[in-house]
């Protein structure tokens, strides 16, 4: 059995028919070919695989792909500005060194990004508490929450909404 899904990925309509058990991660990754979205943990613990599903931070490793029919995904790769620059929580982990190996930089930009959205204060203790489903394995975390700040900062600046 296959099922037709209609969704957006990086604000392109993409169609396939998919097996209903084809998780969105690894539609993301081998049908998409968009391998910035990692996976870490397939369990939804390590928060590597985070995406973006109609705005809001989702773990795409324990989500279906049927179940964002008619949705829009935004992975790390469709942040980038059309003149193809960083987008301001990208540019923020450069400059606090935020990473390590990278693994899990795309989940963690990614889930930096949705807390403009919700409203998460550019404060440490409150980033610390919204970053608390995504894993770090490499560094303290210092860096990272020192770059969304920063760059939470940064994103509503430019929506003029201030800090």
Not at 34 to 53: E, F, I, P, Y
């Amino acid at each position: 059995m296959r099922l037709p899904v209609t969704l957006q990925i990086n604000g392109r309509v993409v169609e396939a028919t998919l097996p209903p058990s084809t998780l969105l991660v690894d539609f993301i990754r081998e049908h998409q070919g968009l391998t910035g979205t990692h996976q870490g943990c397939d369990t939804a613990q390590c928060g590597a695989c985070t995406v973006l599903v109609d705005g809001a931070a989702t773990k795409s490793c324990n989500l279906l792909v049927a179940q964002v029919d008619g949705g829009a995904v935004t992975t790390i790769e469709g942040l980038a500005a059309t003149d193809g620059g960083l987008h301001p929580m990208q540019q923020a982990f450069g400059r606090h060194h935020a990473l390590q190996c990278g693994y899990c930089t795309p989940g963690m930009v990614m889930r930096g990004v949705a807390m403009a959205a919700e409203g998460v204060p550019a404060e440490p203790e409150a980033v610390r508490c919204a970053l608390s489903g995504n894993l770090c394995r490499c560094t303290g975390y210092r860096g990272i929450v020192d770059a969304v700040c920063e760059g939470l900062r940064h994103m509503r600046t430019l929506e003029g909404r201030g800090a």
